[in-house]
């Protein structure tokens, strides 16, 4: 038997989960200039944080959060992303902050729990 998830509530927002994740970055990251010495842990820190907030919405999703940080220094920065999966129920959204001296990009992927 087939399951329906109704929109609403339990569906998957890319609107609120990109306003989480960048409540998070600017947390964690905004007013500092880039230091390749604490990439690692602000990196983990975005990732664990972004994970709490989005377990908190309460929504039936697993969850997969990765970060990425650069240094601006005219370099190009392209990133993409493909998920094979049923488009009705799971979602992903990508979410990129920049400042004056660094590029954050988090990617997001939400698996429904059925």
């Known amino acids: 038997m087939e399951q329906c998830r109704p929109s609403g509530q339990g569906s998957f927002s890319p609107d609120e989960v990109t306003a989480?994740?960048?409540?998070?970055?600017?947390?964690?990251?905004?007013?500092?200039?880039?230091?390749?010495?604490?990439?690692?842990?602000?990196?983990?820190?975005?990732?664990?944080?972004?994970?709490?907030?989005?377990?908190?919405?309460?929504?039936?999703?697993?969850?997969?959060?990765?970060?990425a940080l650069m240094p601006k220094s005219g370099a190009g920065l392209h990133v993409a992303s493909s998920c094979y999966w049923d488009t009705t129920l799971d979602g992903s959204c990508s979410v990129r902050w920049e400042d004056r001296t660094m590029y954050c990009v988090v990617n997001v992927f939400a698996v429904s729990i059925a």
């Not at 690692?40 to 990765?66: C, D, F, H, P, R």
């Open 20 to 67: 989480a994740v960048k409540e998070c970055i600017d947390n964690i990251i905004s007013g500092v200039d880039f230091n390749q010495n604490l990439v690692n842990k602000w990196t983990a820190s975005i990732v664990e944080m972004s994970l709490t907030q989005l377990v908190k919405q309460g929504k039936k999703y697993k969850y997969i959060v990765t970060c």
